[in-house]
């Protein structure tokens, strides 16, 4: 089963850049907002994001807040990863295949299309354009305002 809270917090390449720079260390945030050009509270929801993963972790420093990452949980994805770059080893797909090529061709029928219909215009009815016109819409008065304004 893939580790799929962890793939959804990679998907971003934002997310994936902070990855990148917390690879080298904890850092503020201040420091991780410098390196994008998007806003700090952007910043704030894509650290959330990694933090719900657990992909990363927040820790108070006096003022400023430090985030460090926690490569191990990377590990799942990685052996997900390198499990689905493995061929599987099997001979069913090799059975069908030789199943399918020893069967009965069976030559398909074309389908036999139905002729287009004949429409014949002096059947089609005649509309009078005289006797089905529209009459326009009165307009509407607007009402004055009881306040005095008409604006």
């Not at 917090?9 to 720079?21: F, K, M, W």
């Not at 420091?31 to 952007?42: E, M, N, T």
């Not at 398909?108 to 002096?122: F, N, T, Y």
Request: charged fraction near 25%; include cysteine; proline fraction near 11%.
């Amino acid at each position: 089963m893939p580790p799929i809270a962890v793939l959804v917090a990679l998907a971003d390449p934002t997310r994936c850049r902070i990855i990148e720079i917390l690879h080298d260390g904890p850092q503020p945030v201040h420091v991780l907002a410098s390196s994008f050009k998007i806003s700090r509270p952007a910043i704030s929801r894509h650290l959330r994001v990694l933090k719900q993963a657990r992909l990363i972790s927040e820790k108070k420093l006096g003022r400023e807040n430090r985030y460090a990452l926690h490569a191990e949980k990377l590990k799942p994805v990685g052996e997900w990863v390198a499990a689905m770059r493995e061929p599987v080893l099997t001979d069913k797909p090799v059975k069908l295949l030789a199943r399918a090529s020893t069967a009965k061709k069976v030559a398909a029928k074309p389908a036999e299309a139905a002729p287009p219909p004949i429409v014949r215009l002096d059947a089609l009815p005649t509309l009078d354009v005289a006797d089905k016109a529209v009459a326009p819409k009165p307009k509407r008065e607007v009402p004055i305002s009881q306040m005095g304004f008409d604006f």
